[in-house]
C-alpha cells in the first residue's frame, strides 16, 4: 500500500529557477491539498484539488503552480523561487469532502 | 483572532498521567474537527476525528466536542514517553474540503 508520495524528499535551488514538487496518490482520492509548514505559522494551505482538471487557491498560493490532469497526481511548481518559499512543504488526499486528509512525508526545500 | 488557537506549549507530563490538550475555533459552522500528530521531522498523522458533540474514545485518546462553546480537546490517558510530540487540531467549515489547521501543541512526556 504505496499511499500517497512525495518526491524529492529533499531540494536545494537557487533563487529564480523554477522547481516542482511532485505528489502521488494510489487510493484514487478525489482531493489533494498542498501546504506548507514554517515555524510560528503552521501549516498553511497553498493549493488544493476536488477532482483532475479542478483546481482552487488557499490562503497563500501566490509564487506556485499547481495541475491536476490526472487524479493520481498534483504536482506543486515554482516558476522563479525565492528565500521566502524555503519551508517544508506536505501533499495531502481525502476521499470525501468530510473526511480526513492524510499526508505524504513532505518536501524540503531550501532555496539559497 | 486565530481561526484555530491552541496553547503552543511545551505541556510537559508525568509518564502515566493524563495529557489534556485544548483548542478553539472561531467559525461557529465548522463541522468537522481533527486531531493529528506530528513527531518532529515528520509528517502529520491522522489520530482523531469528530463531528458531533460529546465523547468520542479511540484506545487512548479521547476527543471532546462543544460546538456551542467552539472548542474541541484532546485527552492522552496514561501517557507514554512515545507520545512526545506535537498535537495539530484541524477545523472544517461547512463549505468546501478545506482544513484550518492550529500552530500546534508540544507535548513532553518524561519517564
Known amino acids: 500500500d504505496a499511499g500517497i508520495t512525495q518526491s524529492p524528499r529533499y531540494k536545494i535551488t537557487e533563487t529564480g529557477r523554477q522547481v516542482t514538487l511532485m505528489c502521488h496518490q494510489t487510493?484514487?482520492?478525489?482531493?489533494m491539498f498542498w501546504y506548507r509548514q514554517d515555524l510560528g505559522h503552521g501549516l498553511r494551505l497553498i493549493y488544493y484539488s476536488a477532482a483532475a482538471d479542478i483546481t482552487d487557491k488557499g490562503e497563500v498560493p501566490d509564487g506556485y503552480v499547481v495541475s491536476r490532469s490526472k487524479t493520481e497526481n498534483f504536482p506543486l511548481t515554482l516558476e522563479s523561487a525565492t528565500r521566502s518559499q524555503t519551508s517544508v512543504y506536505f501533499c495531502?488526499?481525502?476521499?470525501?469532502?468530510?473526511?480526513?486528509?492524510?499526508f505524504g512525508d513532505g518536501t524540503r526545500l531550501s532555496i539559497l | 483572532q486565530k481561526e484555530v488557537e491552541q496553547n503552543s506549549g511545551p505541556l510537559s507530563v508525568p509518564e502515566g498521567a493524563i495529557a489534556s490538550l485544548n483548542c478553539t475555533y472561531s467559525?461557529?459552522?465548522?463541522?468537522?474537527f481533527f486531531w493529528y500528530r506530528q513527531y518532529s521531522g515528520k509528517s502529520p498523522e491522522l489520530i482523531m476525528s469528530?463531528?458531533?458533540?460529546g465523547d468520542k474514545e479511540d484506545g487512548r485518546f479521547t476527543a471532546q466536542l462543544n460546538k456551542a462553546s467552539q472548542y474541541v480537546s484532546l485527552l492522552i490517558r496514561d501517557s507514554q514517553p512515545s507520545d512526545s510530540a506535537t498535537y495539530l487540531c484541524?477545523?472544517?467549515?461547512?463549505?468546501?474540503?478545506?482544513?484550518?489547521f492550529g500552530g500546534g501543541t508540544r507535548v513532553l512526556v518524561k519517564p
Open positions: 469528530i463531528y458531533s458533540n
Open positions: 495531502a488526499s481525502s476521499n470525501q469532502a468530510n473526511q480526513p486528509q492524510h
Open positions: 467559525d461557529r459552522v465548522s463541522q468537522s
Open positions: 487510493w484514487s482520492h478525489s482531493y
Open positions: 484541524a477545523v472544517k467549515r461547512t463549505a468546501g474540503n478545506k482544513l484550518t
